[in-house]
């Protein structure tokens, strides 16, 4: 009797290690998971060597939904399930970033950024005057004062690679001071295509199609067929650093898809000074807005 009753027993903490193994891993896949900030780019909201959480609730978590297939080399296709609400401007984000390789835009996921979300779909955005803005929202939209004290810095001291920016193409000749207007697309918009417009919007089509795209005496090519209109597959958004003059984002790579958003960064639970080792106790527990 003695000997069943310690095997009931050891039965039962069995089942609660794996209730609890499968909780936690329910919690990171659904609902959480945790980064360490390497650089300084979104500096001042968060420090580099703050240690943040992630709630993948908003917009959603996503799964891969042809996972057995990567390990043949297959590219991993997400699905996300319903979240507590969709992203809002000013979000800070966490997401893949989307260019591994400089020419086309792809899914890392060995590679992960943080961002503030300026521009959503459906939003028209442009910088005037260094200032992000979006046509009809008069909210402030990212690090205000570090908009404008990079704007204050006269251009010509600025390095070329930094100034010049998407689609770095001289019929547009945005720089990171003047920039746009540029539609950001919600999933179902038509566009019409025509050179000028493949200059913004090429890539996120060769990304949703996955075929190549040329132009024949001015008639655009997807694959063998002439295109004069696309429809989007996919809702798109506008990233940004609030170090504005230090901040590898949306100005340089173009347009983020929704598929690359891992989840909203909640709060900082622990901030370590890369520098000198020491804990930031101040940064502990700060909620990140």
Same mark, same amino acid.
């Given at each position: 009797?003695?000997?069943?009753?310690?095997?009931?027993?050891?039965?039962?903490?069995?089942?609660?290690?794996?209730?609890?193994?499968?909780?936690?891993?329910?919690?990171?896949?659904?609902?959480?998971?945790?980064?360490?900030?390497?650089? $300084?780019?979104?500096? &001042?909201?968060?420090?580099?060597?703050?240690?943040?959480? *992630? %709630?993948? #609730?908003?917009?959603?978590?996503? !799964?891969?939904?042809?996972?057995?297939?990567?390990?043949?080399?297959?590219?991993?296709?997400?699905?996300?399930?319903?979240?507590?609400?969709?992203?809002?401007?000013?979000?800070?984000?966490?997401?893949?970033?989307?260019?591994?390789?400089?020419?086309?835009?792809?899914?890392?996921?060995?590679?992960?950024?943080?961002?503030?979300?300026?521009?959503?779909?459906?939003?028209?955005?442009?910088?005037?005057?260094?200032?992000?803005?979006?046509?009809?929202?008069?909210?402030?939209?990212?690090?205000?004062?570090?908009?404008?004290?990079?704007?204050?810095?006269?251009?010509?001291?600025?390095?070329?690679?930094?100034?010049?920016?998407?689609?770095?193409?001289?019929?547009?000749?945005?720089?990171?001071?003047?920039?746009? $207007?540029?539609?950001? &697309?919600?999933?179902?918009?038509?566009?019409?295509?025509? *050179? %000028?417009? #493949?200059?913004?919007?090429?890539? !996120?089509?060769?990304?949703?199609?996955?075929?190549?795209?040329?132009?024949?005496?001015?008639?655009?090519?997807?694959?063998?067929?002439?295109?004069?209109?696309?429809?989007?597959?996919?809702?798109?958004?506008?990233?940004?650093?609030?170090?504005?003059?230090?901040?590898?984002?949306?100005?340089?790579?173009?347009?983020?898809?929704?598929?690359?958003?891992?989840?909203?960064?909640?709060?900082?639970?622990?901030?370590?000074?890369?520098?000198?080792?020491?804990?930031?106790?101040?940064?502990?527990?700060?909620?990140?807005?």
């Amino acid at each position: 009797m003695i000997f069943t009753k310690y095997i009931k027993l050891l039965l039962y903490l069995l089942l609660i290690i794996i209730l609890g193994i499968l909780l936690a891993i329910g919690l990171r896949v659904f609902v959480f998971a945790v980064f360490t900030i390497p650089t $300084p780019s979104m500096q &001042p909201s968060i420090e580099h060597g703050d240690r943040i959480v *992630v %709630n993948k #609730l908003i917009p959603g978590p996503r !799964l891969i939904s042809n996972l057995f297939s990567l390990r043949d080399g297959a590219t991993p296709i997400y699905t996300r399930l319903p979240g507590w609400r969709g992203i809002k401007r000013n979000d800070v984000l966490i997401f893949n970033y989307p260019y591994s390789d400089w020419q086309y835009l792809d899914l890392d996921r060995n590679i992960f950024y943080a961002k503030r979300c300026v521009a959503i779909p459906k939003d028209t955005f442009y910088i005037e005057n260094g200032i992000y803005k979006v046509k009809g929202v008069a909210d402030t939209l990212g690090h205000y004062p570090s908009q404008k004290q990079f704007y204050n810095i006269p251009s010509e001291q600025l390095d070329p690679n930094i100034y010049n920016c998407f689609p770095f193409d001289e019929r547009y000749g945005w720089n990171i001071k003047s920039f746009g $207007p540029l539609y950001v &697309p919600a999933k179902g918009d038509t566009l019409a295509v025509h *050179v %000028n417009t #493949l200059v913004l919007y090429k890539n !996120l089509i060769i990304y949703e199609t996955k075929k190549n795209i040329s132009i024949d005496n001015d008639k655009v090519l997807l694959g063998d067929s002439v295109i004069n209109y696309y429809v989007f597959g996919k809702n798109y958004y506008f990233m940004a650093g609030d170090l504005v003059y230090d901040s590898q984002d949306s100005r340089y790579w173009g347009l983020l898809p929704e598929d690359h958003i891992i989840g909203k960064v909640s709060f900082i639970y622990k901030s370590v000074d890369p520098y000198t080792g020491k804990n930031r106790w101040s940064r502990f527990f700060k909620t990140v807005k």
